[in-house]
């Protein structure tokens, strides 16, 4: 089940809105009825975001005209944390660069070696040990432990099974890292 209201209302609302406040409440709601039922005997049940979010200040907006010649510009488009200039043809090699120019905080998803950007990972169920904190763990490893939680056979992927083992109760079940 995925519930996307979280992150479209911090983006619509901001991170310190009111509104997302409420989404998160509704959310919290949800996994305390999963975790006062004996579901979490029977099924493993795992929460997750893919990213974290973090607030972006109008002070670091660069107005992108005013350090760009736009006739050199066909299309604009933006894309989350990133935002792609396309040159028109024949002005590929312009001299003006942005490389250096454009230091944002990201919406979302930018670097996840900040603590704002990074996702939340919480688990419970038959094959999730308890009262268990982790270190940090990655999306490519996450990809890994719910194959293995779900008896799928995961394709080939970049996750490392040592990152994720230690979460199960019995973490010496036979795996195969790809």
Request: charged content about 20%.
């Amino acid at each position: 089940m995925m519930y996307a209201d979280v992150d479209v209302t911090g983006h619509l609302s901001g991170v310190n809105s009111q509104k997302l406040n409420e989404s998160i409440i509704q959310v919290s709601r949800l996994f305390e009825l999963i975790l006062d039922s004996n579901i979490r005997e029977e099924v493993n049940v795992v929460f997750l975001s893919d990213h974290g979010m973090a607030s972006v200040s109008d002070t670091n907006i660069i107005n992108i005209t005013s350090v760009v010649d736009m006739s050199l510009i066909t299309d604009i488009m933006e894309a989350g944390p990133l935002t792609y200039i396309y040159p028109r043809s024949g002005k590929e090699n312009e001299p003006k660069t942005l490389k250096g120019l454009l230091q944002f905080k990201a919406h979302h998803g930018y670097d996840n070696a900040e603590k704002d950007m990074r996702g939340i990972f919480s688990a419970i169920g038959p094959d999730f040990k308890t009262q268990l904190t982790v270190p940090p763990i990655k999306m490519v490893d996450v990809y890994q432990l719910i194959c293995h939680v779900t008896g799928i056979h995961p394709n080939p992927h970049n996750g490392t099974w040592a990152h994720v083992q230690s979460m199960l109760r019995d973490n010496h079940q036979v795996h195969v890292d790809l």
